[in-house]
Protein backbone atom coordinates (compact mmCIF):
# COMPACT_ATOMS: atom_id res chain seq x y z
CA UNK A 1 0.00 0.00 0.00
CA UNK A 2 1.11 3.29 -0.72
CA UNK A 3 2.49 5.17 2.52
CA UNK A 4 3.09 8.59 0.74
CA UNK A 5 0.04 9.82 -1.49
CA UNK A 6 0.52 13.05 -3.63
CA UNK A 7 -2.96 13.67 -5.42
CA UNK A 8 -2.21 16.94 -7.84
CA UNK A 9 0.59 15.64 -10.31
CA UNK A 10 1.00 19.68 -11.56
CA UNK A 11 0.04 23.07 -10.47
CA UNK A 12 -0.15 26.33 -11.57
CA UNK A 13 0.00 29.47 -9.44
CA UNK A 14 0.60 32.97 -9.76
CA UNK A 15 3.14 35.05 -8.33
CA UNK A 16 2.75 36.62 -4.89
CA UNK A 17 -0.56 34.33 -4.41
CA UNK A 18 -0.12 31.25 -1.70
CA UNK A 19 -0.38 27.54 -2.70
CA UNK A 20 -1.28 24.58 -0.83
CA UNK A 21 0.16 21.48 -1.85
CA UNK A 22 -1.77 18.65 -0.71
CA UNK A 23 0.09 14.92 1.34
CA UNK A 24 -1.85 12.33 2.69
CA UNK A 25 0.10 9.49 4.44
CA UNK A 26 -0.54 6.14 5.76
CA UNK A 27 1.11 4.47 9.09
CA UNK A 28 0.31 2.60 12.03
CA UNK A 29 3.39 3.93 13.91
CA UNK A 30 2.71 5.99 17.06
CA UNK A 31 5.95 8.33 16.08
CA UNK A 32 6.98 8.88 12.90
CA UNK A 33 8.23 12.24 11.26
CA UNK A 34 7.16 13.91 7.95
CA UNK A 35 9.09 16.10 5.56
CA UNK A 36 8.86 17.85 2.29
CA UNK A 37 11.84 18.52 0.16
CA UNK A 38 11.92 20.47 -3.11
CA UNK A 39 13.71 19.75 -6.28
CA UNK A 40 14.21 22.26 -9.02
CA UNK A 41 14.90 20.96 -12.19
CA UNK A 42 18.42 21.23 -11.48
CA UNK A 43 17.75 17.87 -9.72
CA UNK A 44 19.36 18.67 -6.00
CA UNK A 45 16.84 17.77 -3.20
CA UNK A 46 16.21 20.51 -0.99
CA UNK A 47 14.76 20.10 2.74
CA UNK A 48 12.15 22.17 3.59
CA UNK A 49 10.23 21.36 6.61
CA UNK A 50 10.11 18.69 9.16
CA UNK A 51 6.77 17.35 11.33
CA UNK A 52 7.19 15.46 14.22
CA UNK A 53 4.09 13.12 14.70
CA UNK A 54 3.92 14.77 19.01
CA UNK A 55 4.87 18.10 17.95
CA UNK A 56 1.49 20.11 18.76
CA UNK A 57 2.08 22.83 16.60
CA UNK A 58 2.27 23.25 12.96
CA UNK A 59 5.85 23.52 11.68
CA UNK A 60 6.62 26.95 10.20
CA UNK A 61 10.06 27.65 8.08
CA UNK A 62 10.00 31.35 6.67
CA UNK A 63 7.24 30.98 3.62
CA UNK A 64 6.70 27.53 4.45
CA UNK A 65 4.33 26.48 6.66
CA UNK A 66 2.93 22.89 7.39
CA UNK A 67 -0.61 22.60 8.16
CA UNK A 68 -0.23 18.79 9.80
CA UNK A 69 -4.09 17.52 10.69
CA UNK A 70 -2.66 13.86 12.70
CA UNK A 71 -6.30 12.94 12.80
CA UNK A 72 -6.87 12.77 8.90
CA UNK A 73 -2.88 12.08 8.44
CA UNK A 74 -2.81 15.39 6.50
CA UNK A 75 0.39 17.20 6.37
CA UNK A 76 0.04 19.59 3.71
CA UNK A 77 2.52 22.53 2.56
CA UNK A 78 1.68 26.09 2.33
CA UNK A 79 3.69 28.40 0.20
CA UNK A 80 3.13 31.59 1.23
CA UNK A 81 3.82 35.17 -1.50
CA UNK A 82 5.13 32.26 -4.10
CA UNK A 83 8.06 33.36 -6.05
CA UNK A 84 9.27 32.40 -9.68
CA UNK A 85 12.02 30.69 -8.44
CA UNK A 86 9.64 28.15 -6.17
CA UNK A 87 8.81 26.78 -9.30
CA UNK A 88 9.85 22.89 -8.72
CA UNK A 89 8.70 18.87 -7.57
CA UNK A 90 8.06 19.04 -4.15
CA UNK A 91 7.60 15.79 -2.71
CA UNK A 92 6.40 14.72 0.93
CA UNK A 93 8.03 12.22 2.57
CA UNK A 94 7.74 9.74 6.01
CA UNK A 95 9.80 8.15 8.26
CA UNK A 96 8.19 5.85 9.95
CA UNK A 97 9.40 4.51 13.56
CA UNK A 98 12.20 6.09 15.71
CA UNK A 99 14.36 2.90 14.38
CA UNK A 100 13.83 3.00 10.39
CA UNK A 101 16.05 5.13 8.17
CA UNK A 102 14.04 4.82 5.36
CA UNK A 103 12.32 7.82 3.33
CA UNK A 104 8.78 6.79 2.00
CA UNK A 105 8.42 9.59 -0.65
CA UNK A 106 5.30 10.35 -2.72
CA UNK A 107 5.25 10.96 -6.38
CA UNK A 108 5.53 14.81 -6.42
CA UNK A 109 4.02 17.57 -7.33
CA UNK A 110 5.15 19.76 -9.96
CA UNK A 111 4.48 23.35 -9.26
CA UNK A 112 4.58 26.38 -11.91
CA UNK A 113 4.70 29.42 -10.89
CA UNK A 114 3.43 32.11 -13.24
CA UNK A 115 4.67 36.08 -13.26
CA UNK B 1 30.14 25.49 1.59
CA UNK B 2 29.09 22.47 -0.36
CA UNK B 3 27.58 19.78 1.63
CA UNK B 4 27.35 17.10 -0.44
CA UNK B 5 29.15 16.42 -3.76
CA UNK B 6 28.38 14.49 -6.66
CA UNK B 7 30.96 14.14 -9.21
CA UNK B 8 30.15 14.52 -12.83
CA UNK B 9 26.93 15.99 -12.68
CA UNK B 10 26.05 14.47 -15.82
CA UNK B 11 27.54 10.99 -17.14
CA UNK B 12 27.12 9.47 -20.42
CA UNK B 13 28.35 5.77 -20.86
CA UNK B 14 27.63 2.96 -23.49
CA UNK B 15 24.84 -0.20 -22.98
CA UNK B 16 26.93 -2.74 -21.17
CA UNK B 17 30.69 0.04 -20.05
CA UNK B 18 31.04 -0.06 -16.22
CA UNK B 19 30.30 3.60 -14.59
CA UNK B 20 31.51 5.08 -11.59
CA UNK B 21 29.72 7.51 -9.80
CA UNK B 22 31.15 9.16 -6.73
CA UNK B 23 29.56 11.07 -3.56
CA UNK B 24 31.63 12.87 -1.14
CA UNK B 25 30.27 15.27 2.40
CA UNK B 26 31.76 17.56 4.42
CA UNK B 27 29.31 16.91 6.88
CA UNK B 28 30.87 14.23 8.77
CA UNK B 29 27.89 11.97 8.82
CA UNK B 30 27.59 8.76 9.95
CA UNK B 31 24.95 7.36 7.10
CA UNK B 32 25.61 7.93 3.15
CA UNK B 33 22.65 6.48 0.71
CA UNK B 34 22.33 6.38 -2.88
CA UNK B 35 18.86 6.68 -4.42
CA UNK B 36 17.86 6.06 -8.41
CA UNK B 37 15.09 8.75 -9.39
CA UNK B 38 13.81 8.21 -13.26
CA UNK B 39 11.72 10.73 -14.56
CA UNK B 40 8.92 12.36 -13.00
CA UNK B 41 9.14 9.98 -9.97
CA UNK B 42 9.71 9.66 -6.37
CA UNK B 43 13.43 8.39 -5.58
CA UNK B 44 14.05 4.74 -4.79
CA UNK B 45 16.40 3.72 -2.42
CA UNK B 46 19.40 1.68 -3.65
CA UNK B 47 21.63 0.82 -0.59
CA UNK B 48 23.51 2.83 2.34
CA UNK B 49 26.25 2.58 4.41
CA UNK B 50 25.88 3.08 8.18
CA UNK B 51 29.82 4.14 8.67
CA UNK B 52 31.48 0.81 7.27
CA UNK B 53 28.19 -1.45 7.16
CA UNK B 54 26.68 -1.79 4.38
CA UNK B 55 22.85 -2.34 3.30
CA UNK B 56 21.29 -3.51 0.43
CA UNK B 57 17.68 -2.88 -0.07
CA UNK B 58 16.21 -5.94 -1.18
CA UNK B 59 15.35 -5.01 -4.98
CA UNK B 60 18.17 -3.34 -5.73
CA UNK B 61 19.64 -4.99 -9.07
CA UNK B 62 23.12 -7.25 -8.40
CA UNK B 63 24.06 -4.90 -11.23
CA UNK B 64 24.71 -1.90 -8.85
CA UNK B 65 27.85 -2.10 -5.74
CA UNK B 66 28.97 0.31 -3.67
CA UNK B 67 32.26 1.13 -1.96
CA UNK B 68 32.48 3.40 1.26
CA UNK B 69 36.40 3.97 1.44
CA UNK B 70 36.61 6.32 4.11
CA UNK B 71 33.62 8.92 6.41
CA UNK B 72 33.44 11.58 3.30
CA UNK B 73 33.36 9.11 0.03
CA UNK B 74 31.08 6.77 -1.20
CA UNK B 75 31.02 5.67 -4.73
CA UNK B 76 28.28 3.65 -6.57
CA UNK B 77 29.34 1.05 -9.27
CA UNK B 78 27.12 -0.02 -12.04
CA UNK B 79 28.74 -3.64 -14.02
CA UNK B 80 26.99 -3.27 -16.80
CA UNK B 81 24.76 -0.30 -17.43
CA UNK B 82 21.27 -1.19 -19.49
CA UNK B 83 19.09 1.02 -20.97
CA UNK B 84 17.03 1.01 -17.79
CA UNK B 85 19.52 2.02 -15.88
CA UNK B 86 19.48 5.59 -17.30
CA UNK B 87 17.85 7.92 -14.20
CA UNK B 88 19.63 10.81 -11.80
CA UNK B 89 21.43 9.13 -9.11
CA UNK B 90 21.20 11.43 -5.94
CA UNK B 91 23.52 10.57 -2.80
CA UNK B 92 22.57 11.80 0.62
CA UNK B 93 23.71 11.78 3.81
CA UNK B 94 22.52 11.77 7.36
CA UNK B 95 24.06 12.53 10.96
CA UNK B 96 22.02 9.22 11.94
CA UNK B 97 19.80 6.53 11.21
CA UNK B 98 17.64 6.34 14.45
CA UNK B 99 15.30 9.26 15.31
CA UNK B 100 12.35 10.54 12.71
CA UNK B 101 14.03 13.81 12.79
CA UNK B 102 17.13 12.85 11.24
CA UNK B 103 16.97 14.69 7.89
CA UNK B 104 18.85 13.81 4.74
CA UNK B 105 21.05 15.72 2.85
CA UNK B 106 21.17 15.31 -0.85
CA UNK B 107 23.60 16.02 -3.24
CA UNK B 108 22.71 17.85 -6.46
CA UNK B 109 22.70 14.34 -8.26
CA UNK B 110 24.35 12.71 -11.37
CA UNK B 111 22.07 12.28 -14.28
CA UNK B 112 23.55 9.12 -15.99
CA UNK B 113 22.34 8.22 -19.53
CA UNK B 114 23.07 5.03 -21.42
CA UNK B 115 23.62 5.13 -25.35
Known amino acids: AQKITQTQPGMFVQEKEAVTLDCTYD???????LFWYKQPSSGEMIFLIY??????QNATEGRYSLNFQKARKSANLVISASQLGDSAMYFC????????????FGAGTTVTVRA | DAMVIQNPRYQVTQFGKPVTLSCSQT?????MYWYQQKSSQAPKLLFH???????NEADTPDNFQSRRPNTSFCFLDIRSPGLGDAAMYLC??????????????FGPGTRLTVT
Open chain 2, 27 to 31: LNHNV
Open chain 1, 93 to 104: AMREDPNDYKLS
Open chain 1, 27 to 33: TSDQSYG
Open chain 1, 51 to 56: QGSYDE
Open chain 2, 92 to 105: ATSREMAGPSYEQY
Open chain 2, 49 to 55: YYDKDFN
